[in-house]
């Protein structure tokens, strides 16, 4: 039973069992407000998919566990506070958490729409998803179908390029353009199944971060001499 958690664009939480069922989802597209609706999402995600906030199952149902943890790539203040979460919910429970690049979920889901929804044996092209940096700057990755795993196959990205390259840089690559406002808490968790399954490292344990915060420590007093 996994814990899906990702704050690099909005809040989104979702339970996900290791086949891919989806227990529960539940989001928030406030880009603002991570801290305050994080902890109401998660309350209601563990409560609609009665899963138990341990990783020990018991008689009143299934336990979490692992969590996996979108690193973005996202802002520092919103990108952090869903990190956080995610790691003190599995410290506190001493289980592992999974570190999965947030545009991997949204190509993930991607992918699978085209599987199901596409022609028998049909390929979907190369395409980069896309999202809003704000700054007047959008990141990218580039994917090329799935691997043998189920997952992704990212070729370039996590990159920031100003709004008046990114379509430039994009066709270089090959790749067609794929905007996306959120990412899926069910297929972040998914992903992670997916790479846990196969033994396999999918995302960094830093966060990606688009840049580096505005706010940074003051550095030390000039002395004044006599």
Not at 7 to 16: E, I, K, P
Not at 123 to 136: G, L, N
Not at 143 to 148: A, C, E, F, K, N
Not at 165 to 186: C, T, Y
């Amino acid at each position: 039973m996994i814990l899906g958690i990702d704050t690099s664009l909005g809040t989104a939480v979702a339970v996900v069992e290791a086949d891919g069922v989806v227990r529960s989802q539940v989001a928030s597209a406030e880009t603002l407000r991570h801290a305050e609706v994080i902890g109401t999402l998660l309350q209601r995600a563990l409560a609609e998919a009665s899963a138990l906030p341990s990783g020990v199952p018991d008689r009143d149902g299934p336990g979490v566990t692992h969590v996996a943890a979108g690193m973005g790539p996202g802002a520092f203040t919103g990108l952090r506070i869903g990190i956080a979460a995610a790691r003190a919910f599995a410290l506190g429970r001493a289980i592992p958490v999974v570190p999965v690049v947030s545009h991997d979920a949204i190509a993930l889901e991607r992918l699978l729409f085209d599987a199901i929804t596409g022609e028998p044996d049909a390929v979907t092209p190369r395409f980069a998803v896309v999202t809003d940096a704000r700054r007047r700057e959008f990141a990218y990755s580039v994917y090329d179908g799935l691997d043998d795993d189920g997952l992704p196959v990212r070729v370039a990205g996590p990159a920031l390029a100003p709004r008046d390259e990114v379509d430039a840089r994009i066709a270089d690559l090959g790749a067609i353009r794929h905007d996306a406002a959120g990412v899926s808490g069910s297929m972040l968790a998914l992903a992670a199944a997916r790479a846990i399954a196969a033994g396999r490292d999918i995302g960094p344990h830093d966060p990606l971060y688009l840049r580096a915060p505005d706010v940074t420590p003051p550095a030390a007093r000039k002395r004044v001499g006599a």
